[in-house]
């Protein structure tokens, strides 16, 4: 079964500081990986996508990681700020019996930036 | 904003009310998806349309009711829920070409709660 699991599943830092939220999967065959920030009352935005070539990749303060032999992800944030607090969702793109993309969604871990 | 709106932002409804909740992207995108995101549960996919044709309906209840009258608009017609469809509901868009979907951009969500 096409499972995405993400640790921790809340979390709490001081401004200022880093920290780096986990993924692993068992999708596949695997297409892509995605992370998305989704703020309270807020629908997801999309921070980085990479696919399985791909083993890092950055958007400002985020970078995120991918081993695909392992199926593993991470996203480190640095220096974090308080706008960063927000549930951070990991979500595994996969090609169905179809041969079309279909998404599978991880729970989230919920980041809080404490001043 | 990321040029999908979604109206009402809150919504509370008895079970026996009809209502209907509304999705417009700005985007040029030719697919469109609702969602339902429960607390502490991964995002579930419910409908997709591509090129305004239904293309997936995900074990739904004949409850949700789905609309696409053309690519920029998604409509979800509810009638008869049950307390357990609170949630907040999600619609998305993106730009399919074949069997490849491009990144899906999320409106802000509607909150609904049943009563």
């Known amino acids: 079964k096409n499972q995405v699991e993400q640790s921790p599943q809340s979390l709490i830092i001081l401004e200022g500081k880093n920290c780096t939220l986990q993924c692993n999967y068992t999708v596949s065959p695997f297409s892509n990986l995605r992370w998305y920030k989704q703020d309270t009352g807020r629908g997801p935005v999309s921070l980085t996508i990479m696919t399985f070539s791909e083993n890092t990749k950055s958007n400002g303060r985020y970078t995120a990681t991918l081993d695909a032999d392992t199926k593993q992800s991470s996203l480190h944030i640095t220096a974090s700020q308080l706008s960063d607090s927000a549930s951070y969702i990991c979500v595994v793109s996969f090609i169905s019996n179809f041969g079309n993309e279909k998404l599978t969604f991880g729970t989230g871990t919920r980041l809080t930036i404490i001043p | 904003e990321t040029g999908v709106t979604q109206t009402p932002r809150h919504l509370v409804m008895g079970m026996t009310n009809k209502k209907s909740l509304k999705c417009e992207q700005h985007?040029?995108?030719?697919?469109m998806y609702w969602y339902k995101q429960s607390a502490k549960k991964p995002l579930e996919l419910m409908f997709v349309y591509s090129l305004e044709e239904r293309v997936e309906n995900n074990s739904v209840p004949s409850r949700f009711s789905p609309e696409c009258p053309n690519s920029s608009h998604l409509f979800l017609h509810l009638h008869t829920l049950q307390p357990e469809d609170s949630a907040l509901y999600l619609c998305a868009s993106s730009q399919v070409q074949g069997l490849t979907s491009y990144e899906q951009y999320f409106g802000p969500g509607t909150r609904l709660t049943v009563t």
């Open positions: 985007l040029g995108h030719n697919a």
